[in-house]
Nanobody, 124 residues
């Protein structure tokens, strides 16, 4: 599967931004989709994810209540809706995919396929 992330850009603190992750292939709906980010000088970290089935979601504590992951199977696209953005949310955001796992498996990783990143810059 190939992934294309988009929607990044500058945003003021307190604002919102929606990122999209477009996937190729008819099996996109059978993949778990994860969102990760990497800030300058820091390691890549898990942000949130949505399962392929039953729409189970997981979030990092740092974004709970502010970010929402969703997906539209008909459009082969997953989304990361970000609200109440903070300066510390500034990072390159990546989407990733993996073949669907059992419901008991964590959605935080690992992932097999990665898209290119999209930069989100939050100014205070």
């Amino acid at each position: 599967v190939q992934l294309q992330a988009s929607g990044g850009g500058p945003v003021q603190a307190g604002g919102s931004r929606r990122l999209s992750c477009a996937g190729s292939g008819r099996t996109f709906s059978s993949y778990d989709i994860g969102w990760f980010r990497q800030a300058p000088g820091k390691e890549r970290e898990f942000v949130g994810a949505i399962s392929w089935f039953v729409r189970r979601m997981e979030y990092a504590d740092s974004v709970k209540g502010r970010f929402t992951v969703s997906r539209d199977h008909a459009k082969n696209t997953a989304y990361l809706q970000m609200t109440s953005l903070k300066a510390e949310d500034t990072a390159v955001y990546f989407c990733a995919a993996r073949a669907g796992r059992p419901m008991s498996a964590t959605l935080a990783g690992p992932y097999d396929y990665w898209g290119q990143g999209t930069q989100v810059t939050v100014s205070s």
